[in-house]
């Protein structure tokens, strides 16, 4: 009351939920990837608890499921987002390398090895110190995650980051970061010698199956640094004083992709081997058949396109893990099916690869401009603009439209439906886009939506100030743009428009010369013109100030279109003009289907390791 608010008020309506973020796998991948979040705390306070209690090796048993659990609902979460940003972001891939993306990633990176390293600890008794750093760095990086995402210390490097928060909320999220940190560091010093003298009696026979996990989970945690330094660099670059940026994205390719081919060879190869002892002759002639398979894939790939030296080894060692983990999927998998678990995630991982390369660096793109009714071919794909249909016109705060855009190929049609809307969220100051996507086995057509204006279908001149043009259809007569009348850019006419003009000079053969304004019809939502015909006297010709091409006018360096018609076709017919980028994704549901492997594999593991869980407990 001592501010003046009455008694009753009412506020107005916020913004609501930004448009983008109102689809239905947003809706379930923030809450998957918090719960994934949530459930890495587990295997943290069993790791602590372990230390307090000196119990080094009974928590494992206990935790591997939880741990495993933990790390397949974060995958999921994690690429659920992925599919979000394919369908709705429209610039055609499912990951961006965006900071707040990649501080996901870390945790799940953390949790994958820590999950191998575990199985070592309950058969060989070894990485005993290791799991328990890794616990503790797994549950640290998820609040390092939050950190960077609720902070907004990346505010200006991500899309996916928050806003300042204020003082309070930014050193709470540190505090939070530090502690929990702070705790785990302090329970390892205390233990540390403890744990060498119990850990001392145990070692690795380099041709075992315990050495090969034991390196793949280092190879694992050499990306985990790589995307760790990248995400991090614009707080580093803050730190020594230079300029606030994010790296390249090729940065992660470039580093990642050696240890990516490592991982993929290595989780087939240690298939081969048995705990403790492995003879490499055995191994190689058991593994030789999915070789010659592999490289012969890898061939035909090669005489398909795929020329690139770094890009075929990739390929060669994505195929060699699916054949081999298929192999033992289909030899123990019928016996015992909750063994199949790591095969599953294995085979899916390395789907997800081949998926990965095939739909970015392989993908076909062209730039297109469509006007309605017309065609046009492209990659023999027959791509014609059939109509746009207004959406949801129930809804008040929008205006939406679908662009039908009907593919035909090899006499089979489909259709694909990007969307243009205006919302209220930001003032209908740009439009929202939607891409339009056809999926299909092998590859998707995708349409990204760049840009959509109505044109008038009469002959044009674009004039910068200063500039002459002769008449279209009438040489003798010259146009000349003088400059930009904005003195009723304040007042509305009756149908809510902004008038806009341009002044000219309309010279004749006989030395005449007519100053005149020409007005365009600026609708303030879609930013569009509408000319005012004007008569040319003693001609046949009417002339119009339709918009502005192209330029800052404040700059000075705006162009005017013209528009010219004749008393046979006195008003020019408008023309919807589409602009897009159609993209042929081969394979891309290889991505989809390698991250349902993945994470269906973790949730079978889970099973396999609740018994040995339930007993540990009872011990």
């Known amino acids: 009351a001592d501010q003046g608010i009455q008694n009753g008020f009412m506020p107005p309506n916020g913004r609501g939920l930004n448009p983008i973020l109102q689809n239905y796998w947003n809706a379930i ?4 990837l918090f719960t994934g979040y949530a459930a890495m705390t587990v295997p943290f306070v069993f790791a602590i608890t372990g230390l307090i209690k000196r119990d080094y090796h009974n928590w494992i048993k206990i935790a591997v499921p939880w741990t495993l659990a933990a790390t397949g609902i974060l995958g999921l979460g994690i690429m659920l987002g992925g599919f979000w940003a394919y369908e709705t972001l429209g610039w055609g891939g499912f990951w961006g390398w965006d900071p707040v993306e990649n501080s996901s990633l870390l ?6 090895a820590l999950v191998h390293t575990m199985l070592v600890q309950r058969k060989t008794n070894g990485l005993i110190r290791t799991n328990f750093v890794l616990a503790i760095i797994s549950f640290v990086l998820v609040l390092y995650a939050t950190f960077l995402t609720r902070s907004g210390v ?21 505090a939070f970061l530090l502690i929990f940190l702070g705790l785990g560091v ?35 945690l050499a990306i985990t640094v790589i995307v760790f330094m990248g995400t991090s660099w614009p707080l580093f670059a803050e730190l020594l004083g230079k300029t606030k940026s994010s790296v390249e994205i090729q940065f992660y390719n470039k580093w990642n992709l050696p240890f990516a081919i490592g991982i993929l060879q290595l989780n087939a190869l240690s298939m081969y081997f048995a705990w403790k002892k492995s003879d490499w002759d055995t191994i190689l002639k058991r593994t030789a058949k999915s070789i010659i398979i592999a490289w012969a894939a890898s061939l035909f790939l090669f005489y398909q396109g795929v020329t690139q030296l770094e890009y075929l080894i990739l390929v060669f060692a994505s195929f060699y893990s699916v054949i ?53 071919e492209v990659f023999g794909v027959k791509l014609t603009f059939k109509e746009k249909i207004r959406v949801e016109k129930e809804l008040q705060d929008r205006e939406k439209y679908v662009f039908l855009i009907e593919a035909e190929k090899d006499g089979q049609k489909m259709q694909l439906k990007p969307v243009f809307y205006w919302s209220d969220y930001n003032s209908r100051q740009a ?9 299909k086995l092998f590859a ?15 002959p044009t001149m674009l004039l910068a100030k200063g500039e002459t043009y002769n008449l279209p259809g009438d040489s003798s007569i010259k146009v000349t743009l003088n400059a930009f009348d904005m003195s009723k850019g304040m007042e509305l006419t009756p149908d809510d428009k902004v008038l806009l003009g341009a002044v000219v000079d309309i010279a004749f053969a006989d030395g005449k010369v007519v100053n005149d304004t020409l007005f365009s019809k600026i ?3 879609s930013k569009t013109g509408t000319p005012v015909m004007k008569k040319i006297e003693g001609t046949k010709f009417n002339i119009g100030f339709n918009e502005l091409v192209s330029g800052d006018m404040m700059a000075g360096s705006p162009q005017a279109a013209i528009v010219v018609t004749s008393d046979d076709d006195p008003m020019p017919k408008a023309q919807e003009i589409f602009t897009f980028d159609f993209s042929i994704k081969p394979f891309i549901n290889l991505v989809w289907l390698g991250t349902i492997l993945t994470v269906l594999g973790f949730i079978i593991a889970i099973f396999r390791y609740k018994r040995n869980s339930k007993q540990a407990v009872q011990e």
């Open 154 to 174: 990346l505010g200006e490097m991500s899309v996916h980051s928050f806003g300042e928060p204020g003082k309070f909320v930014y050193s709470l999220l540190l």
């Open 29 to 32: 991948h923030p809450p998957i």
């Open 324 to 376: 081999v983990n298929i192999e033992f999927i289909v030899k123990y998998g019928i016996r015992n099916p909750s063994s199949i678990g790591a095969m599953l995630s294995h085979t899916g991982i390395s789907l997800l690869m081949l998926g990965a390369l095939a739909s970015s660096v392989y993908s076909s793109t062209q730039h297109l401009t469509l006007a309605l009714g017309s065609s046009q």
């Open 431 to 439: 439009p929202f886009l939607e891409p339009g996507i056809h999926e």
């Open 444 to 458: 998707d057509f995708y349409i990204s939506p760049k840009a959509a204006q109505t044109v008038l279908s009469a």
């Open 107 to 112: 945790p799940w990176l953390t949790a994958v």
């Open 186 to 220: 302090l329970f390892l010093i205390i233990r540390i010698k403890d744990i060498s003298s119990f850990a001392s009696k145990f070692d690795f026979n380099l041709e075992s199956r315990e050495f090969m996990l034991s390196i793949g989970s280092l190879i694992i």
């Open 523 to 525: 609708d303030r939502q």
